[in-house]
């Protein structure tokens, strides 16, 4: 099956596609098709109305659902945006500031080196905001100047160091070095603590923000659908409307025509009867015998005509006694068939019981009498019938109902069921 697509403009036919074929199929040999990288989506368009089609949903499918008008639907190939390969990396996008929300903690060995290391010159930050040529300044300098860094001024400047000065420096390097460790670990806690702690909301947040997007697309989709739908409902109501009215304009011109054509006959009747009453006085002028003789064939006609009309009304009436007779010989035989209905039941309900033997209670609808067979009567039994206004009477089928007396019966009653 074929599939025309529109891309930029241009119409393009895919081959091979069917029921099952998804809207990513169609999207993706398109774009190879046209040598394209992005992002596309399938449009499907119907006059002023465009809804975009899911990636996992069937094009023909989708355009079957249109019916008649899937004829003026197209289906348009859009392209949203760059694919990920096209996407700026993260080395083309300028650097985030220092004071942000996700920050790396330093390295508590690159804290410790001396000021004048020029590794570590190289690797401090300098502020954009500053106006001397300066740099920022470094860790050491935050935290101000100690006592050893003065005590270590003193022994440059003497020249005269000591190994008691040297171990007394060494030892107050240690201990500040062991105050500057546990700070940084416990500012890297607190730190990990308020990154676990954000992160866990911030994935709540957009697992909630995942599900309400994905209800508010499945209610964009049935809002389009319905929308769609209301649309083709009113176009279809529209379509009736104007044949309705074009319906009418016809009655109407009909109804004219007919106007037209009834007083065109009304005067034609008149002109002939005024032509017919014309040439009467003219031939009464002539002869006035005739007139006379033609008077009174007039009256003989009328006499006849409502002789004839006396006739008709007396058929008519007779006509109408008979169809009330006929009406109620209907009636009588339509009884008469529930009648023979009724005994045919019993009939076969006696002999039923005439085969198993068993005593059974009957609820008849009417009080109807039937009669008992003749070998009943020579017996000497009751008859047994169905009929009365008891609720309920108990029957025993005598031994002399055989079948085949059942089945005569039946034969009897099937012929005048027939007759009707």
Known sequence: MELKVWVDGVQRIVCGVTEVTTCQEVVIALAQ???????????????????????????IVSLNKWGQYAS????????????????????????IPERTLYRQSLPPLAKLRPQNDKAMKRREPKRKSLTFTGGAKGLM??????????????????????????????HLQTEKLQCIEKQLESNEAEIRYWEQKYNASLEEEILKLEQKIKRNEVEIEEEEFWENELQIEQ???????EQLQEMRQRILECEGKLKDYMSQIHNMESGLEAEKLHREVQESQVNEEEVKEKIEKVKGEIDIQGQQSLR???????VERSLGQATKRLQDREQELEQLTKELRQVNLQQFIQQTGTKVTVLPADPVEVEAPPAELERG?????????????????PAALTPAFARQVNTVLAKKLAKY
């Open 33 to 59: 098709a046209i040598g394209r990288t992005g992002r596309y989506t399938l449009i499907e368009k119907w006059r002023d109305t465009e809804r975009h089609l899911a990636p996992h949903e069937n094009p």
């Open 72 to 95: 003026d639907v197209q289906l348009i190939l859009r392209r949203t945006g760059p694919s990920l390969s096209e996407r700026p990396t993260s080395d083309s996008v300028a650097r």
């Open 141 to 170: 300098d935050i935290f101000g100047k100690s006592k050893e860094s003065e005590f270590k001024q003193k022994v440059l400047n003497n020249c005269k160091t000591t190994a008691d000065e040297l171990k007394k420096l060494i």
């Open 235 to 241: 176009e279809n109501e529209k379509q009736l409307k």
């Open 312 to 318: 008709l009304e007396n058929g008519i009436k007779a």
């Open 381 to 397: 039994a009751a008859p047994s019938g169905l009929g009365g206004r008891e609720k309920g009477i108990a029957m025993c089928v």
